[in-house]
């Protein structure tokens, strides 16, 4: 397969990312591979990384293989900084605490264990990408946000507007996240988050319009959430029949649902029973646009940068070729 990039997030994991990185590096002198890699040192460092190894090698004969070390928050930001994805076959060693691309597609345990696999395989699998484009943005920015916002964000598990992505937001600003996770605890902040938020947060109307035209409207939304693969957020499995690789999205809708309603419904997302609530809809679509009465935050992969009143969400079928 030629020459290997590798691109690692050394503080994924609160700092374990470098400790993995060291074992695959053994790994990978062992059995003499041709490879480079890359550490991202500040936020959005990623995207640049990714962007500088396939525009220099953009005209080579051969694909350019590149292996992301880190989370979903990383690869996420990698895809942002690939100059043309069909010359570039990605390879994903989770390092993460959410790790719900790994989830879904059944990674090997342990990092080494996925370079060999990932070493060993001839031919890329082909799986779709999700495509966010903001309408509008407002004012409100997050702490990684810069002063101007990308109007296309790409994705590989999920794309929400609404609750979800307020639940990443507040966790951005968390100054006890990284505690949390240091001691194994990191999943704790999203819930103590999750339960002010269900009590707090607005609820505003908002319509959500398809592919075709056909429109639905909400007169008490929490959120929307589009899925190329079935899970988010740490494990919550709110599109149950979502895979990556049939050209569509599923989409999952929480509506009119009462707080109190809301704590019993969101835990059995974990295990995908949350569908047969009358308040949670489930569609199947190539595309979509959302429509809020109010900007709200908007998520790719559980990266927040901005609220919107209007985005677009849509599917580039086959567009990933991924070393799995």
Same mark, same amino acid.
């Given at each position: /397969?030629?020459?290997?990039?590798? &691109? !690692?997030?050394?503080? %994924?994991?609160?700092?374990? $990312? ?11 002198? +062992? ?5 480079? *890699?890359?550490?991202?040192?500040? %936020?959005?460092? &990623?995207?640049?990384? /990714? ?14 293989? *590149?292996? &992301? ?8 930001? =990698? ?31 342990? =990092?080494? +264990? ?11 699998? &082909? ?7 903001? /309408? ?6 997050? !702490? ?18 609404? #609750? ?26 999203? $819930? ?9 947060? *607005? ?6 319009? @398809?592919?075709?035209?056909? %429109?639905?409207? #909400? ?7 589009? /899925?190329?693969? !079935? ?6 499995? @709110? ?50 646009? *959302? ?16 609220? %919107? ?9 086959? =567009?990933?070729? @991924?070393?799995?």
């Amino acid at each position: /397969m030629g020459k290997y990039y590798f &691109i !690692c997030n050394p503080v %994924s994991q609160s700092g374990k $990312g470098i400790k993995i990185w060291n074992e695959v590096e053994k790994y990978l002198k +062992e059995q003499s591979i041709d490879y480079e *890699v890359l550490f991202s040192e500040r %936020s959005g460092h &990623i995207s640049e990384l /990714m962007k500088k190894v396939t525009t220099e090698h953009l005209n080579d004969e051969t694909p350019i293989n *590149v292996i &992301i070390l880190g989370g979903d928050g990383t690869l996420d930001e =990698a895809l942002q900084g690939i100059a043309d994805f069909s010359k570039v076959n990605i390879g994903y060693v989770p390092t993460g605490s959410g790790n719900d691309f790994a989830r879904a597609l059944s990674y090997e345990n342990g =990092a080494v +264990e996925n370079i060999k696999h990932i070493l060993s395989i001839k031919e890329p699998k &082909i799986y779709d990408l999700g495509k966010l484009e903001y /309408m509008s943005v407002s004012d409100d920015r997050t !702490c990684i946000a810069g002063k101007d916002i990308d109007p296309v964000r790409y994705f590989d598990v999920s794309c929400g507007i609404g #609750f979800d992505a307020a639940i990443c937001e507040r966790a951005l600003a968390s100054k006890v996240k990284d505690f949390l996770n240091r001691i194994g605890l990191g999943k704790l902040i999203y $819930g103590l988050i999750s339960v002010k938020l269900i009590f707090g947060d *607005v609820k505003p109307k908002a319509t959500i319009i @398809f592919d075709e035209g056909e %429109s639905i409207e #909400f007169d008490r939304l929490r959120f929307i959430v589009g /899925m190329n693969t !079935c899970y988010e957020g740490g494990g919550y499995k @709110f599109a149950p029949a979502a895979v990556p690789d049939d050209g569509y999205l599923d989409i999952c809708v929480f509506n009119n649902m009462s707080p109190l309603e809301a704590i019993s419904v969101i835990p059995k997302a974990a295990k995908g029973t949350h569908v047969s609530n009358k308040h949670v809809g489930q569609f199947h679509a190539k595309s979509y646009e *959302v429509k809020s009465e109010i900007p709200l935050w908007v998520h790719t992969d559980g990266e927040v940068y901005a609220k %919107s009143d209007h985005i677009r969400v849509s599917v580039v079928p086959g =567009a990933l070729r @991924f070393l799995k």
